[in-house]
Nanobody, 130 residues
Framework: QLQLVESGGGLVQPGGSLRLSCAAS????????IGWFRQAPGKEREGVSC????????YYADSVKGRFTISRDNAKNTVYLQMNSLKPEDTGVYYC???????????????????????WGKGTLVNVSS
């Protein structure tokens, strides 16, 4: 079965940190750009950060630049999102997604438009609250 499984969400106080993981099963992530997306209650889904399959190019939404870091470990078939200095407005369900692509240029359109996603995970809830 081909799937992406997110983990690492939870309740954290403002200013705290979390690390999300996205593990793939049934296929290898080597040829896929991977993105993290989030959806807050009553809001549209938005791209948070994306990383290319080839040279590690990254894209970050302006709202998370300097606070979040995306990385991948192809040997473990896993992508991570390190989230620091969390704010209440970071609250939402976080999804990872995979798009088959070898181009570093994929990351920005993937995060901004996500129209060519091949696989979505089911999400993990992040709640930033005191």
């Amino acid at each position: 079965q081909l799937q992406l499984v997110e983990s690492g969400g939870g309740l954290v106080q403002p200013g705290g940190s979390l690390r999300l993981s996205c593990a793939a099963s049934g296929f290898t992530l080597d040829y896929y750009a991977i993105g993290w997306f989030r959806q807050a209650p009553g809001k549209e889904r938005e791209g948070v950060s994306c990383i290319s399959s080839s040279d590690g190019s990254t894209y970050y939404a302006d709202s998370v630049k300097g606070r979040f870091t995306i990385s991948r470990d192809n040997a473990k078939n896993t992508v991570y999102l390190q989230m620091n200095s969390l704010k209440p407005e970071d609250t939402g369900v976080y999804y990872c997604a995979a798009e088959f692509s070898l181009s570093p240029a994929t990351v920005q359109p993937m995060c901004e438009y996500y129209y060519a996603i091949d696989y979505w995970g089911k999400g993990t809830l992040v709640n930033v609250s005191s």
